[in-house]
């Protein structure tokens, strides 16, 4: 009997034993709080790692380029800056892609439609496609990734470069490959090594387009940007600082008038 009491002591008429629509709520809002802390640390890391795999990439061409440059008596790949080997083929111009595939650990695939596969090195992790239209121009197809189009998501400046903070102004002397008008025509020639005065500070190559977290400022100047340099060192650095590694001037090795752009 007394058993039997105790048990009839611990019912509790009427409980259900879930949970109430408050405790209910509380949980919905803890996990609200929990996503909204977290998820922003998710998508940092993921944008971290990405800008890592970029720097590793350039770091990998790098390598790549200064092994074109001992192999052809020290001048850099004589490349236009960026776009399909296909649409400069017609020219008789090429790709740092195209001239590069063999300096580099990871080469380049393709399917029967002539887009790509695999670009290895020459792919950014970041790479989202053009953020402006270019209706196909240099190859380049809206609505993909720049590599898929063309093999690679960088930009090489091998032409002269423009100084954004002074209305686009060309600077000269800038260029690694400059196209040069000469009586023979056109024709792109790769600057020798020794006209680099700082290699550590002169910029080879960049993302074609910002698409790592945090490359530009509220007001569309550039924050940072990954960048490759002549000594094979590449770092993600401040708009100004990659303005700045751009716009390094080599010593006048040429007599011939420098075109600053071809279509």
């Known amino acids: 009997m007394q058993v039997g009491r105790v048990k009839r002591q611990g019912l509790k008429t009427g409980s259900t034993g879930g949970f109430s629509l408050v405790e209910l709520l509380v949980v919905v ?3 609200s709080i929990l996503g909204a802390v977290v998820f922003p640390v ?4 993921k944008e971290t790692a990405k800008i ?10 790098g390598i790549g380029l200064h092994m074109y440059v001992d192999d052809y008596n020290s001048r850099f790949p004589a490349a236009v800056p960026y776009g399909s080997p296909d649409y400069w083929a017609h020219k008789d111009r090429r790709t740092l892609q195209d001239l590069l595939e063999s300096y580099v650990e990871t080469g380049m695939i393709r399917d029967n439609q002539g ?14 496609g053009a953020l402006q239209p270019c209706h196909g121009q240099y190859g ?7 590599w898929r189009s063309t093999g690679s998501s960088y930009q090489y400046f091998s032409s002269m470069q423009e100084d954004w903070d002074h209305s686009d102004v060309p600077v000269p002397w800038t260029s690694l490959a400059p196209l040069l008008a000469s009586r023979n025509g056109e024709q792109r020639v790769g600057a020798p090594m020794s006209a680099i005065v700082f290699k550590t500070k002169k910029a080879v190559l960049s993302d074609l387009y910002f698409w790592h977290l945090g490359d530009r400022t509220p007001d569309d100047h550039i924050a940072c940007c990954n960048t490759l340099f002549v000594d094979g ?6 708009g100004a600082d990659h303005l700045d590694a751009r716009l390094q001037q080599l010593r006048r090795w040429h007599s011939a008038t420098e075109i600053n752009y071809e279509k």
């Open 233 to 238: 060192h590449a770092d993600r650095v401040r």
């Open 42 to 45: 998710i998508v940092k890391a």
């Open 140 to 146: 380049i197809k809206d609505g993909e990734p720049v």
């Open 115 to 128: 887009m790509y596969q695999s670009a290895g090195v020459f792919q950014c992790p970041g790479d989202i």
């Open 29 to 31: 809002l803890i996990i």
């Open 52 to 61: 890592s795999e970029c720097l590793s990439n350039m770091r990998q061409i």
